[in-house]
């Protein structure tokens, strides 16, 4: 949990909603680097296929990705990351020397934009993700995560990541630039998590017969990337 939320950026508001047991962000899937310059004219990220690292591969419609982009080589003040729609992903042979290339059809950027994009630049790619806490047949309470495709403008069935918990078992606290909790998306730079265990069978006390479930929390913080507050 902790990992996954220490990849989201506070600079491009990768919090899109939240509140005490859930949080929906912008999952960071995979990176890939750009063996050619776009096709500005056809708004084509032209990518290596063999520096893909990450979760999964990257997938048309249900990813869309961050493309950074230098402009002016001579300084970093103008430097930034373009954000953009996937229409469709092929195979091709663009790359130098005719190499493989993984063809990448992008829609947000204008052809300017896009022409401040060199060869060698990083291309992110992302995905609405939601973490939460549910209950399963039995009744007892899980931390999930689910995952939402544009292709389909649905949610996936949510999968478990670690339980039982406590009926109380997910506590976010997310805080703003004064270290005050807030409940704006747009102002999160730290996120503070406890999460608490609980066993799945009731366990008998010590000196008697009376048996409870035992609990046990885990604490952390998290501070956002490209926080300025911090």
């Keep these: 949990l902790a990992n996954e939320l220490r990849s989201l950026s506070a600079a491009e508001h990768d919090v899109v909603a939240m509140d005490a047991s859930s949080v929906t962000y912008q999952s960071m899937q995979a990176v890939y680097f750009q063996c050619a310059p776009p096709d500005t004219g056809a708004s084509v990220l032209l990518l290596d296929p063999g520096s893909f690292s990450g979760l999964r591969p990257l997938e048309a419609l249900d990813d869309s990705v961050l493309i950074f982009a230098e402009r002016d080589p001579g300084t970093r003040r103008d430097d930034g990351w373009l954000v953009a729609g996937v229409r469709t992903v092929s195979a091709g042979t663009a ?3 005719s190499a493989e290339s993984l063809d990448v059809q992008v829609d947000g950027p204008t052809p300017f934009q896009l022409a401040g994009v060199e060869a060698g630049a990083p291309v992110r790619t992302f995905r609405p993700a939601r973490l939460l806490t549910y209950r399963d047949a039995s009744g007892s309470w899980w931390l999930g995560s689910r995952e939402y495709h544009q292709s389909s403008n649905a949610w996936t069935t949510t999968q478990p990541i670690v339980g039982p918990l406590s009926a109380s078992g997910l506590e976010m606290t ?45 604490v952390s913080g998290i501070t956002l990337r490209n926080n300025p507050w911090y």
């Design 95 to 97: 790359c130098p020397g």
């Design 174 to 218: 997310f805080v703003d630039a004064g270290g005050i909790p807030t409940t704006d998306p747009l102002r999160v730079g730290w996120v503070g998590i406890k999460i608490e265990g609980q066993s799945g069978k009731r366990v008998p006390r010590f000196g008697g017969t009376v048996s409870g479930y035992v609990v046990e929390d885990l």
